[in-house]
């Protein structure tokens, strides 16, 4: 893919994670992107200018805020078409929705456009990784894979696997998963200097045997993949899971048993995790997923997040789309927030529970890199870094002329008001990938 020049680019204003789950800030600030598309140096435009001279500048002008792009741990291509449309709870949604819509993508060409229309808009509010839950169909993930590889985001994804309780259309058996597998990874995984990667996706326990769980997670540690499922995310999916497997002890035994308790594995959801449940997972240095839009969506639950962030865990942020409802990870983001005040106000005695807008911010960028184990590429704008950033205007956020414009307030109003109409241009590897103009002022004054 061709790559633009040296250059430096520069704001009004650039937000970095550093470790802590701090964001520091940095005022008319940028960096120098090499020919390579990596960070070679990070300062004030006037520092960079002095230093580097005859390196041509792109600003992005004073009421422009630079964020490394949003690292999505945890979405469905398939769902796009099902988002917002409600139907009840997890297993009914499932059944009544999801399992049929993802039936059509016996199609490749379906498959193939609904890829597009999933990948660019993800890259419109400002996603610039994303780990996917692909087609349950092998040539409709390659079609997926072929898309991601032209428009250029980064994106982990592996074909949605299941082989029981799902309509028999939706059914891959274990020999035919490996096959296909094997078949995907030989093409797409570590395309372009590992933009692209698979990542094992067996659905979850209520619709994998125990062999196919199995031959995940060997597959996956085999090839050092990542791996991703779902994980105690209902009450009614937990007495389900606790029938299909009587001889587990609790629903990560499941998993256990199989294998898959590994540092490359993400959990999503993982709501109702007892201690012994969460002590394991943490021995194993799995990551887990934070998903608080769906988790309202489907009546799921309410995450204690606090307590997993205070134990430890590597975490992240999921849309769960067509369980969430958009694919602007910023404002999962803010249900983080807001579900964490929730579960204080439901459970006082569990305070501290809140999550603070810098550490919101720093889930859906370092954070998930963190989780991801590509904290040195991704999910800061740091030196060695590759360039993945996007470019948000300050006046397209709530209220309009300010009272008050230190970093910490705009941080909270890009938290608590940013859309995706905020998001103005968005890069990997210093490439833009989507650039959109400012709305026109309106003629009324
Ligand atoms: N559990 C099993 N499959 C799914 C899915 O597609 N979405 C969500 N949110 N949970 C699941
Ligand atoms: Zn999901």
Redesign the pocket.
Known sequence: MEQPGVRLVTAGLLFSPVPGRRIQALPKGGFLIDARGRIRAVGTAEELQRQYPAVPCQDFGPTSLILPGFVDLHT?LP?YQGLALDRGE?LS??EHL?FPLEARFADPDFAEQQAELFFRAALRCGTTTLVV?GPPYAEATRRAFRVAARLGLRVLMGQ?LMDCHVPDALRTSPEEALKAVEALLDEWHGYDGGRLSYAIAP??A??CSRELLRLCAEVATRHGLLLQT?LA?SPG?LRWIAQLFPEAADYTAVYEAAGMLRPQTLF??AIYLSSSERERLRRANCALVH?PR?NVF?R?GIMPLRQYLHEGFRIGLGT?I??GTSLFLLEEARWACEMAKLRAFLSPEEAPTELSPEEALWLATLGGAQALGLEHTIGSLEEGKDADFIVLDITALEPAQPLWSEPSHVLARLLYTATPAAVRAVFVRGRELFRQNPPPQSGIS
């Open positions: 469905h769902q997890l949604w499932l999801i839950f949605t659905r979850f209520g619709s779902h995310e999916e999503a959801h998903c769906s489907l799921s769960d067509g369980a």
